[in-house]
């Protein structure tokens, strides 16, 4: 059954049902890299803030950016006042570490240009799906590519080794999480999963309405009898450093 949706606020929905999926994620590289009073945090792709809050909330001095102007209004609202988060190409600065939580294949060029001029031994991690058996949510994926007739991971599954290469950073391990996504309805899963993004190309070869009924079907093994839905996923990182 196709679940009844409210409007489509895409930011808004990511701020308020998506980004907190991550909250693990964000809290093992902070814990790995030992994130805190002194430390000085660029995060790109930041969305609406949440991990720069939680950055700022041990301590350290954050910045952010991200091509989503909507999110990054979003950020502006929630952050402490002073903290600089920008829509457009990140300036270098003396960051210890810089994230991209949500890394993407495109993200290089952006990533290049910044890790030239950061400091030599700054902290570079990358982050995006865990291996396709242990990520629950990935049939569900699997309809952006479909729809879109796209290949296989475009768009939701970056090659975060092949970006430390090509980048030039030095690699500096890597580690997994647990990122289950929970939510108190199937609507609030649609909802949540279309403002990732990894369906936008699927709305556009298509139509929201069709991408809505084919998430909807897809998310039928992970509803529980009280309604909500529940997918145990893993994540992964990768630290790299900059030479």
């Not at 006042?81 to 290089?108: K, Q």
């Not at 092949?162 to 391990?173: D, I, Q, S, Y």
């Not at 649609?190 to 897809?218: F, H, N, P, Q």
């Amino acid at each position: 059954m196709t679940p009844t949706l409210v409007p489509h606020h895409p930011a808004r929905d990511w701020a308020e049902i998506q980004e907190r999926m991550l909250v693990p994620l964000y809290e093992a590289v902070y814990e790995r890299l030992g994130v805190g009073a002194g430390s000085r945090v660029l995060g790109l792709g930041c969305g609406s803030g949440l991990a720069l809050l939680m950055a700022s909330a041990r301590g350290a001095r954050v910045a952010g950016a991200d091509r989503d102007h909507a999110r990054v209004e979003l950020a502006r609202e929630r952050l402490p006042e002073g903290v600089t988060v920008t829509g457009d190409a990140p300036e270098a600065g003396p960051y210890d570490v810089i994230t991209a939580f949500h890394a993407t294949d495109g993200l290089l060029p952006e990533l290049v240009a910044l890790t030239r001029s950061a400091q030599s031994g700054a902290a570079v991690v990358l982050a995006g799906w865990g291996p396709p058996e242990s990520c629950a949510t990935e049939p569900v994926l699997r309809v952006a590519e479909r729809l879109a007739d796209c290949g296989p991971g475009r768009g939701f599954r970056a090659d975060l080794d092949g970006l430390v290469a090509a980048a030039g950073l030095r690699p500096a391990g890597s580690g997994r999480v647990a990122c289950p996504f929970g939510y108190a309805s199937e609507a609030s899963a649609v909802r949540g999963l279309l403002s990732t993004g990894a369906y936008d190309e699927a709305v556009g070869a298509t139509d929201l309405s069709r991408v809505e009924k084919e998430i909807g079907e897809a998310l039928v093994p992970h509803l529980r009898p009280d309604g909500t839905v529940w997918m145990p996923n893993v994540f992964r990182y990768v630290v790299a450093r900059v030479p």
